[in-house]
Protein backbone atom coordinates (compact mmCIF):
# COMPACT_ATOMS: atom_id res chain seq x y z
CA UNK A 1 0.00 0.00 0.00
CA UNK A 2 1.41 3.40 -0.67
CA UNK A 3 2.21 6.16 1.38
CA UNK A 4 -0.75 8.33 -0.15
CA UNK A 5 -3.53 5.55 0.64
CA UNK A 6 -2.64 4.99 4.29
CA UNK A 7 -2.36 9.03 4.83
CA UNK A 8 -5.03 10.78 7.01
CA UNK A 9 -5.76 13.74 7.88
CA UNK A 10 -6.85 14.26 11.83
CA UNK A 11 -10.35 15.85 11.87
CA UNK A 12 -8.91 19.32 13.76
CA UNK A 13 -6.64 19.62 11.19
CA UNK A 14 -8.56 18.94 7.76
CA UNK A 15 -11.53 21.11 9.32
CA UNK A 16 -9.04 24.22 10.81
CA UNK A 17 -10.24 27.23 10.16
CA UNK A 18 -7.75 30.09 10.68
CA UNK A 19 -8.60 33.54 12.30
CA UNK A 20 -9.41 36.20 11.56
CA UNK A 21 -6.39 38.61 9.31
CA UNK A 22 -5.03 40.60 11.39
CA UNK A 23 -5.91 43.41 8.86
CA UNK A 24 -9.43 43.38 8.78
CA UNK A 25 -9.57 43.13 12.27
CA UNK A 26 -7.15 46.52 12.65
CA UNK A 27 -9.48 47.94 9.63
CA UNK A 28 -12.49 47.03 12.17
CA UNK A 29 -11.19 49.00 14.98
CA UNK A 30 -10.27 52.05 13.05
CA UNK A 31 -13.60 52.22 11.78
CA UNK A 32 -15.15 51.98 15.23
CA UNK A 33 -12.58 54.32 16.70
CA UNK A 34 -14.02 57.00 13.25
CA UNK A 35 -17.70 56.13 14.87
CA UNK A 36 -16.69 57.59 18.34
CA UNK A 37 -14.86 60.38 16.94
CA UNK A 38 -18.08 61.06 15.04
CA UNK A 39 -20.23 60.72 17.98
CA UNK A 40 -18.41 63.44 20.07
CA UNK A 41 -18.86 65.83 16.97
CA UNK A 42 -22.60 65.11 16.59
CA UNK A 43 -22.76 65.63 20.65
CA UNK A 44 -21.14 68.94 19.97
CA UNK A 45 -22.93 69.82 17.11
CA UNK A 46 -26.18 68.89 18.72
CA UNK A 47 -25.44 71.44 21.42
CA UNK A 48 -24.57 74.09 19.40
CA UNK A 49 -27.91 73.48 17.21
CA UNK A 50 -29.55 73.40 21.17
CA UNK A 51 -27.71 77.17 21.43
CA UNK A 52 -29.23 78.14 18.31
CA UNK A 53 -32.59 76.91 19.20
CA UNK A 54 -32.96 78.73 22.89
CA UNK A 55 -31.63 81.87 21.00
CA UNK A 56 -34.84 81.70 19.01
CA UNK A 57 -37.07 80.69 21.20
CA UNK A 58 -35.63 83.64 23.03
CA UNK A 59 -35.90 86.39 19.99
CA UNK A 60 -31.96 86.91 20.86
CA UNK A 61 -31.41 87.17 17.23
CA UNK A 62 -31.90 90.89 15.85
CA UNK A 63 -33.73 89.72 12.56
CA UNK A 64 -35.94 87.03 11.72
CA UNK A 65 -33.28 86.82 8.35
CA UNK A 66 -30.63 86.28 10.82
CA UNK A 67 -32.16 83.43 13.02
CA UNK A 68 -33.37 81.60 9.75
CA UNK A 69 -29.54 81.90 8.58
CA UNK A 70 -28.38 80.36 11.93
CA UNK A 71 -30.75 77.61 11.58
CA UNK A 72 -30.24 76.70 8.44
CA UNK A 73 -26.32 76.72 8.90
CA UNK A 74 -26.83 74.53 11.97
CA UNK A 75 -29.06 72.27 10.00
CA UNK A 76 -26.23 71.93 7.26
CA UNK A 77 -23.64 70.69 10.22
CA UNK A 78 -25.31 68.01 11.42
CA UNK A 79 -26.57 66.84 8.42
CA UNK A 80 -22.95 66.64 6.65
CA UNK A 81 -22.08 64.77 10.17
CA UNK A 82 -25.41 62.66 9.61
CA UNK A 83 -24.60 61.64 6.38
CA UNK A 84 -20.94 60.83 7.24
CA UNK A 85 -22.12 59.12 10.26
CA UNK A 86 -24.51 56.52 8.12
CA UNK A 87 -21.78 56.23 5.84
CA UNK A 88 -18.81 55.42 8.48
CA UNK A 89 -21.06 53.18 10.53
CA UNK A 90 -22.61 50.94 7.21
CA UNK A 91 -18.92 49.85 6.44
CA UNK A 92 -18.10 49.24 10.25
CA UNK A 93 -21.06 47.32 10.76
CA UNK A 94 -20.36 45.07 7.43
CA UNK A 95 -16.70 44.23 8.45
CA UNK A 96 -17.68 43.97 12.02
CA UNK A 97 -20.06 40.97 10.96
CA UNK A 98 -17.89 39.67 8.60
CA UNK A 99 -15.01 39.92 11.22
CA UNK A 100 -17.37 37.88 13.97
CA UNK A 101 -18.17 34.91 11.90
CA UNK A 102 -14.55 34.27 10.82
CA UNK A 103 -14.03 34.34 14.47
CA UNK A 104 -16.74 32.32 15.36
CA UNK A 105 -15.63 29.79 12.17
CA UNK A 106 -12.02 29.88 13.95
CA UNK A 107 -13.69 28.86 17.48
CA UNK A 108 -15.67 26.27 16.03
CA UNK A 109 -12.75 24.72 14.43
CA UNK A 110 -10.73 25.01 17.59
CA UNK A 111 -13.55 23.60 20.06
CA UNK A 112 -13.06 19.79 21.00
CA UNK A 113 -17.52 20.28 22.20
CA UNK A 114 -19.79 21.26 19.46
CA UNK A 115 -21.21 24.86 19.80
CA UNK A 116 -24.66 25.01 19.22
CA UNK A 117 -24.78 28.58 16.98
CA UNK A 118 -23.10 28.18 14.11
CA UNK A 119 -20.87 30.98 12.73
CA UNK A 120 -23.07 31.88 9.65
CA UNK A 121 -26.26 32.05 12.44
CA UNK A 122 -24.33 34.18 14.80
CA UNK A 123 -24.65 36.68 12.16
CA UNK A 124 -27.70 35.70 10.56
CA UNK A 125 -29.71 36.03 13.65
CA UNK A 126 -28.89 39.68 14.03
CA UNK A 127 -31.30 40.32 11.10
CA UNK A 128 -34.13 37.64 12.37
CA UNK A 129 -36.80 39.30 14.81
CA UNK A 130 -36.89 38.11 18.35
CA UNK A 131 -34.07 36.18 18.12
CA UNK A 132 -31.98 39.43 17.56
CA UNK A 133 -32.26 39.79 20.59
CA UNK A 134 -30.21 37.19 22.39
CA UNK A 135 -29.34 34.55 19.46
CA UNK A 136 -26.38 36.69 18.53
CA UNK A 137 -24.90 37.50 22.04
CA UNK A 138 -25.01 33.84 22.36
CA UNK A 139 -23.43 32.50 19.64
CA UNK A 140 -20.52 35.20 20.26
CA UNK A 141 -20.41 33.79 23.98
CA UNK A 142 -19.92 30.34 22.84
CA UNK A 143 -16.93 31.31 20.60
CA UNK A 144 -15.43 33.56 23.33
CA UNK A 145 -15.76 30.83 25.69
CA UNK A 146 -14.38 27.80 23.39
CA UNK A 147 -11.11 30.00 21.90
CA UNK A 148 -10.99 30.38 26.19
CA UNK A 149 -10.68 26.90 27.05
CA UNK A 150 -11.35 24.71 23.70
CA UNK A 151 -11.23 21.04 25.18
CA UNK A 152 -14.55 22.11 27.92
CA UNK A 153 -15.81 25.60 27.23
CA UNK A 154 -18.68 24.86 29.23
CA UNK A 155 -17.22 25.21 32.64
CA UNK A 156 -15.94 28.52 31.07
CA UNK A 157 -17.25 31.74 32.32
CA UNK A 158 -18.58 34.27 30.55
CA UNK A 159 -17.39 37.28 29.04
CA UNK A 160 -18.79 40.18 31.21
CA UNK A 161 -17.38 42.50 28.54
CA UNK A 162 -19.94 40.60 25.70
CA UNK A 163 -22.40 41.06 27.90
CA UNK A 164 -22.15 45.29 28.52
CA UNK A 165 -21.41 45.44 25.00
CA UNK A 166 -24.79 43.63 24.31
CA UNK A 167 -26.67 45.56 26.62
CA UNK A 168 -25.71 48.72 25.09
CA UNK A 169 -26.71 47.65 21.66
CA UNK A 170 -29.98 46.39 22.73
CA UNK A 171 -30.33 49.72 24.30
CA UNK A 172 -28.81 52.35 21.51
CA UNK A 173 -30.71 50.54 18.80
CA UNK A 174 -34.02 50.79 21.17
CA UNK A 175 -33.14 54.35 21.39
CA UNK A 176 -32.21 55.25 17.68
CA UNK A 177 -35.80 53.64 16.49
CA UNK A 178 -37.41 55.58 19.40
CA UNK A 179 -35.24 58.77 17.83
CA UNK A 180 -36.17 57.76 14.06
CA UNK A 181 -39.81 57.93 14.66
CA UNK A 182 -39.96 61.28 17.00
CA UNK A 183 -37.87 63.07 14.40
CA UNK A 184 -40.38 61.99 11.10
CA UNK A 185 -43.46 62.82 13.77
CA UNK A 186 -41.87 66.44 14.65
CA UNK A 187 -40.36 67.37 10.77
CA UNK A 188 -43.62 66.50 9.83
CA UNK A 189 -46.08 68.37 11.81
CA UNK A 190 -45.81 72.43 10.31
CA UNK A 191 -47.32 72.98 14.13
CA UNK A 192 -44.33 71.47 16.11
CA UNK A 193 -42.78 74.41 18.26
CA UNK A 194 -39.24 75.62 19.23
CA UNK A 195 -40.11 73.33 22.36
CA UNK A 196 -40.66 70.08 20.50
CA UNK A 197 -37.60 71.15 18.71
CA UNK A 198 -35.67 71.59 21.88
CA UNK A 199 -36.84 68.17 22.98
CA UNK A 200 -35.69 66.19 20.17
CA UNK A 201 -32.46 67.47 20.32
CA UNK A 202 -31.88 66.56 23.97
CA UNK A 203 -33.09 63.04 22.90
CA UNK A 204 -30.81 63.17 20.09
CA UNK A 205 -27.73 64.05 22.42
CA UNK A 206 -28.96 60.83 23.97
CA UNK A 207 -28.90 58.64 21.70
CA UNK A 208 -25.95 59.44 20.13
CA UNK A 209 -24.40 59.05 23.85
CA UNK A 210 -25.33 55.40 23.76
CA UNK A 211 -23.97 54.50 20.36
CA UNK A 212 -21.00 56.39 21.57
CA UNK A 213 -20.75 53.45 24.09
CA UNK A 214 -21.34 50.82 22.41
CA UNK A 215 -18.86 52.08 20.06
CA UNK A 216 -16.62 52.02 22.80
CA UNK A 217 -17.45 48.73 24.34
CA UNK A 218 -17.28 47.17 20.94
CA UNK A 219 -13.84 48.05 20.24
CA UNK A 220 -13.07 46.76 23.86
CA UNK A 221 -14.57 43.62 22.93
CA UNK A 222 -13.15 42.96 19.06
CA UNK A 223 -9.76 43.93 20.98
CA UNK A 224 -10.21 41.29 23.72
CA UNK A 225 -10.94 38.43 20.88
CA UNK A 226 -8.41 39.04 19.09
CA UNK A 227 -5.70 38.17 21.70
CA UNK A 228 -7.80 35.16 22.82
CA UNK A 229 -7.95 33.87 19.41
CA UNK A 230 -4.39 34.11 18.32
Known amino acids: MSNFDTFELSPKTSLAAPPPSSYLGTVVCVLLGMQILLSVVAIVASGQERSVLQKLENAAYTTEEE ?11 T ?6 DLLVG ?7 LVWIYRFCRAAHARSEIP ?5 GWTVGYFFIPIANLFMPYRGIQQA ?7 EYWGDTKSSSLILLWWISHLVSSFLGRL ?7 VSSNEESTILDYLNLNLFVM ?12 CLAMVMTLRRVIR
Open 90 to 96: LASGILF
Open 144 to 150: YRACADP
Open 179 to 185: LFKWSLR
Open 79 to 84: GAIGVF
Open 115 to 119: LSVSP
Open 206 to 217: VSESADMLTCIL
Open 67 to 77: GQQAADDSDRI
